[in-house]
């Protein structure tokens, strides 16, 4: 009997605890998206941003018992706060094509161009001031925007736009507010290969879902497929010539890398996922060629019909999903000094310490292994420091002899980048 009256009680009170968190958000937010729109321009060593607009979208799918981001990834952090109370009452880290491409030649050398950006808030009650925080060379958030919105101003915009694009579930998980809720969208498909495109996706998140831990967390997820038709069938091909009319402006040879593809057109990728309650966006380019992309918090791309699509769209899924980086060392990119000596990067499968206590997996790694931990195959199978990661063969170390961030193959996530991944799960779910 007493322990069932302690049972009831744990009831009670967690119920409570539930129904306090889920106040503190209807508190200060309606379960809508607040998508503030921005021009960012510069060069390497000056930036600026610059207010396109504000819209109010339908759906927010974020877990409501998560408002603050404590996973400390990004380059970029996102924080929002209540101008009564001057209270946090929101944040979340992510990555910019604009913090990519200030590492390029073109931008050392001091031309400057503009990307757009879109800032996604659960949708405030009142006045909030949001701020835009970036990573200074030590790695510390110094503020780099702010801007004061007011939802009930009347220059807030609350026309759906690209209302027209047909979606379809393609995994239901249930409530999306503790689901991971993906966005598919699909480039370069045109009015008669929208079949293709639903075999397409089914395909490629068969390998996904295949792989751990999505396979154990696949429950934790829903997948929407949206289907915007193109006028051209492809993606832009710069360096042969080939540009099509593709909807969502998907182009190889971004920064000028034969296999990278992005998009600079984020207002056109915004409005049609704007359509689904989504975290994450995932953009399928109807092409042969190998390639791909992926950018912390915004989205990843692949080639579909390539023979390494499903490698590609779960490599980049990593960096978009969890802010995994490169573990490769080996194939050319566009940047220079992306990871600064003597600066820890803060993707969670790289590190430049050689310290076991100090190390972010540290408590992965087994007592007797060495560090660095020999490239052999007696350390196939073991958490340690392997050397060669982030674009650089010297200074920067690896979990894991291999994974599917280094090789270019379908193999598991080493277990410093699974746990990563687990990690993002739990924050969009628990
Ligand atoms: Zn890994």
Redesign the pocket.
């Known amino acids: 009997m007493r322990r069932l009256c302690v049972l009831v009680l744990s009831i009670i009170m967690s119920t409570r605890v539930v129904a306090a968190e889920r106040s503190e958000f209807d508190r200060y937010f309606a379960p809508q998206s607040l998508r503030i729109d921005l021009y960012h321009t510069g060069d390497a060593r000056t930036d600026i941003y610059s207010l396109d607009e504000v819209m109010v979208e339908p759906f927010w799918a974020g877990n409501p018992h998560n408002l603050i981001d404590t996973l400390n990834l990004g380059s970029c952090i996102v924080r929002v706060f209540d101008l009564e109370t001057n209270a946090m009452i929101y944040s979340r880290g992510y990555c910019s094509l604009f913090d990519e491409w200030k590492t390029t030649d073109e931008a050392i050398a001091g031309f400057a161009r503009t990307f757009h950006e879109s800032l996604i808030i659960p949708l405030p009650r009142g006045k909030v001031q949001v701020r835009i925080d970036t990573r200074d060379r030590s790695n510390v958030f110094k503020p780099a925007f702010d801007l004061v919105v007011d939802p009930a101003d009347y220059h807030v915009v609350t026309e759906r736009r690209s209302r027209g694009v047909r979606s379809v579930e393609l995994i239901d998980g249930g409530p999306s507010a503790s689901k991971v809720d993906i966005a598919i969208l699909g480039d370069g498909y045109d009015a008669n290969e929208l079949h293709k495109l639903r075999n397409d996706a089914e395909r490629l998140l068969g390998v996904l879902f295949n792989t751990e831990p999505f396979k154990s967390r696949k429950r934790d997820f829903n997948v929407r497929l949206l289907e915007p038709v193109s006028a051209d069938s492809g993606v832009d091909e710069p360096r042969e010539g080939k540009y099509r009319s593709n909807v969502l402006g998907l182009s190889f040879n971004a920064f000028d890398i034969p296999r990278y593809m992005l998009t600079y057109s984020n207002k056109a990728v915004r409005d049609i996922a704007g359509n689904v309650p989504y975290d994450i966006v995932i953009i399928l380019a109807n092409a042969k060629r190998y390639g791909g992309g992926g950018i912390y918090n915004l989205y990843s791309d692949a080639s579909v019909d390539n023979e390494f699509s499903g490698y590609v769209f779960v490599h980049e899924f990593g960096h978009a999903f969890a802010g995994?980086g490169d573990?490769y060392y080996s194939s050319e990119v566009a940047y220079n000094d992306i990871y600064p000596k003597g600066m820890e990067p803060w993707e969670p499968?790289i590190t430049a310490l050689l310290d076991t206590a100090k190390v972010k997996w540290g408590d992965l790694i087994g007592s007797g292994t060495p560090i660095p931990t020999p490239d052999d195959s007696i350390h196939a199978g073991v958490v340690g420091c392997f050397e060669g990661a982030g674009y650089a063969a010297k200074g920067l170390f690896?979990?894991?002899r291999d994974?599917i961030?280094?090789s270019k193959r379908v193999v598991p996530?080493?277990p410093?980048?699974a746990r990563a991944i687990d990690r993002m799960v739990d924050f969009y779910t628990k």
């Open positions: 995994l573990e499968n690896r979990p894991s994974c961030m280094f996530f080493c410093v980048c």
